[in-house]
């Protein structure tokens, strides 16, 4: 559990600082990939949960 806690932290100190990022990703980065790949997951999931919501699912 200990060793859990300090990963996570490690990991966290990690982001807070930046470490491994390019300050400006290209376009045709990971990140920015990875980042408009969620967007449009969670475009999905709000369309889904808005035909739950009415009951045309």
Do not use: C, K, Y
């Not at 990140?31 to 997951?41: E, I, P, Q, T």
């Amino acid at each position: 559990m200990i060793t859990v806690g300090l990963l996570a932290a490690g990991g966290g100190l990690a982001v807070a600082l930046g470490l491994g990022r390019e300050q400006t990703p290209s376009a045709d980065s990971v990140d920015v990939g990875f980042a408009r790949d969620m967007s449009r997951h969670h475009l999905q999931a709000a369309e889904i949960a808005n035909l739950a919501h009415r009951g045309s699912w």
